[in-house]
């Protein structure tokens, strides 16, 4: 009887022991996001304090020197030219967006509506996908035999009689620009779409369909809002994209045109840190506020 009290005893203490070691669920949830939290602390917050802490630094041509001075941003914020490149940089968002918005949404349509067999969608999804086994650059580089004077365009309509001479803006000018970016940007708004589109039910339309709805008011009444989180998602990709390119910008428009992201390579190339450094704050800035104002419009937490 002894050695049972003695084994009984000890049980309840290890009960005990095991409910004092247990963890609330939200303690668990916690410890679980920990390494998230400290990967994205030391690649991507500690990166945007020190960006933020050298913006208020002064500087020469012979170095940097920790100080907190708002040169910098009276510099960018006060100058008509840095003005001028940001309404140029959201110049070319706005219609890079426009158009990969129109394109993306319609091939996604494509797939998710007009393709019946899963294999067959997914096989056209990867072909659509293929140009991304390349770099930009060169993905971007190859327009220029296309568009060039004696490119591919220009003689091809010589040859037809269409035009007496090269078109000289299809290389080099805004329009290269946009046409480079939109290649290069538009399957980041077809993947959301299409993830979006791939999750409505089929059963709305047959329903739209049976109260009288044609088409065209299927796809403005059922299809567009219930595709709206993936627009907003691949919205956020393409101008957080277009935003930071500056390699696009400065090719295809043979140094004609400027961005932001360009002016804060040119900044850089000249050790000019702490400018490039406010500048990047500001673009941050002005990202958020505009990525703020879709999440306003849209809810994507339905797609995530």
């Given at each position: 009887m002894a050695t049972i009290a003695?084994?009984?005893?000890?049980?309840?203490?290890?009960?005990r022991g095991g409910r004092g070691l247990k963890l609330s669920p939200s303690a668990i949830s916690y410890l679980q996001a920990t390494p998230l939290f400290v990967i994205l602390g030391l690649f991507f917050l500690l990166p945007i304090a020190m960006i933020a802490v050298v913006s208020f630094w002064d500087y020469?041509?012979?170095?940097?020197?920790?100080?907190?001075?708002?040169?910098?941003?009276?510099?960018?914020l006060g100058s008509w030219v840095t003005w001028k490149i940001y309404l140029n940089t959201l110049k070319f968002t706005a219609i890079v967006w426009a158009l990969t918005l129109v394109?993306?949404?319609?091939?996604?349509y494509f797939l998710a509506f007009h393709?019946?067999?899963?294999?067959?969608?997914?096989?056209?999804?990867?072909?659509?996908?293929?140009?991304?086994?390349?770099s930009n650059i060169i993905r971007?580089?190859?327009w220029i035999p296309v568009l060039?004077?004696?490119?591919l365009v220009n003689s091809t309509l010589i040859n037809m009689g269409v035009i007496p001479q090269p078109i000289e803006w299809l290389l080099y000018s805004d329009f290269a620009v946009v046409l480079a970016m939109v290649h290069l940007y538009t399957l980041f708004m077809v993947t959301p779409i299409?993830?979006?589109?791939?999750?409505?039910?089929?059963?709305?339309?047959?329903?739209?369909?049976?109260a009288g709805a044609s088409g065209w008011q299927v796809l403005w009444n059922v299809v567009i809002p219930l595709a709206k989180p993936g627009m907003a998602i691949g919205t956020i990709f393409v101008v957080t994209l277009v935003m930071a390119d500056f390699s696009t910008v400065q090719v295809m428009s043979g140094g004609q045109s400027a961005s932001v992201a360009l002016m804060m390579k040119n900044q850089m190339s000249l050790l000019q840190y702490p400018a490039a450094a406010a500048n990047a704050v500001v673009l941050l800035a002005v990202?958020?506020?505009?990525?703020?104002?879709i999440l306003r419009v849209v809810d994507i937490r339905k797609e995530l």
């Open positions: 003695a084994e009984t005893e000890e049980d309840g203490q290890g009960a020469d041509f012979a170095g940097l020197y920790p100080d907190f001075l708002t040169m910098n941003y009276t510099d960018t394109i993306g949404f319609w091939v996604a393709i019946r067999k899963t294999s067959t969608q997914m096989i056209l999804f990867l072909v659509c996908t293929v140009p991304f086994m390349t971007m580089i190859s060039g004077r004696n490119g299409f993830n979006t589109l791939m999750r409505i039910d089929r059963s709305l339309f047959e329903a739209a369909r049976d990202v958020l506020l505009m990525v703020a104002a």
